[in-house]
């Protein structure tokens, strides 16, 4: 099925996942923990798989921009404003792209955003409270994954969810305590 502008497939599960949400306090925690500390503003950080590139220019496999970072402590950085793109690993993949009005980087391991997280990914749009994003140790996103409620648009669904977890390389959504509509007829193989 490809669907959910990615040709990602859906697995619906009608239960929890057994572990509770942990949300950093990330704009307190910048302020307290280096009241002094460094303040960027216009920020890129950029995760690069490990994939040999054959002399061909390497392209991120995660980014995020943000308007103003705040160095909390050794790589690990909160920020404002930010929209964070995971890069599809095959040229004809497409991006995913969220948007969030603050979140938490730590290098080379995870984001965290919150706030107003809206995500696109082709003609899907998904409305979060929040999401994490688990860097793997070659570079790419494991998962983006929420444990509070989702609303998912597209041409052929309107869903909601209790929770969410994209595996963007296996192109794959499991969705928990699902309800909305699905339109096959829509749907294009």
Same mark, same amino acid.
């Given at each position: 099925?490809?669907?959910?502008?990615?040709?990602? =497939?859906?697995?619906?599960?009608?239960?929890?996942?057994?572990?509770?949400?942990?949300?950093?306090?990330?704009?307190? $925690?910048?302020?307290?923990? $280096?009241?002094?500390? =460094?303040?960027?503003?216009?920020?890129? =950080?950029?995760? %690069?798989? $490990?994939?040999?590139?054959?002399?061909?220019?390497?392209?991120?496999?995660?980014?995020?921009?943000?308007?103003?970072?705040?160095?909390?402590?050794?790589?690990? %950085?909160?920020?404002?404003?930010?929209?964070?793109?995971?890069?599809?690993?095959?040229?004809?993949?497409? &991006?995913?792209?969220?948007?969030?009005?603050?979140?938490?980087?730590?290098?080379?391991?995870?984001?965290?955003?919150?706030?107003?997280?809206?995500?696109?990914?082709?003609?899907?749009? !998904?409305?979060?409270?929040?999401?994490?994003?688990?860097?793997?140790?070659?570079?790419?996103?494991?998962? $983006?994954?929420?444990?509070?409620?989702?609303?998912?648009?597209?041409?052929? !669904?309107? !869903?909601?969810?209790?929770? =969410?977890?994209?595996?963007? &390389?296996?192109?794959?959504?499991? !969705?928990?305590?699902?309800?909305?509509?699905?339109?096959?007829?829509?749907?294009?193989?």
């Amino acid at each position: 099925m490809r669907r959910l502008g990615l040709g990602v =497939l859906l697995v619906l599960a009608g239960c929890g996942n057994g572990y509770a949400p942990q949300a950093p306090a990330v704009e307190e $925690a910048a302020r307290e923990a $280096a009241p002094d500390g =460094l303040s960027m503003r216009g920020i890129d =950080l950029r995760v %690069y798989r $490990a994939d040999p590139t054959h002399g061909t220019a390497r392209k991120p496999a995660f980014h995020v921009h943000a308007e103003q970072f705040d160095v909390i402590e050794e790589k690990v %950085y909160a920020f404002q404003d930010a929209r964070a793109v995971i890069f599809g690993a095959a040229p004809e993949d497409e &991006d995913i792209v969220f948007e969030a009005r603050q979140g938490r980087y730590e290098e080379e391991k995870s984001a965290y955003l919150k706030d107003g997280v809206h995500t696109v990914a082709g003609t899907t749009s !998904l409305a979060l409270q929040d999401v994490w994003c688990d860097i793997a140790e070659d570079g790419r996103v494991a998962v $983006a994954r929420s444990d509070f409620p989702v609303r998912i648009e597209d041409p052929a !669904l309107h !869903l909601e969810s209790s929770s =969410l977890r994209l595996y963007p &390389d296996d192109k794959r959504i499991e !969705l928990t305590d699902v309800k909305g509509v699905i339109d096959f007829e829509r749907i294009q193989p």
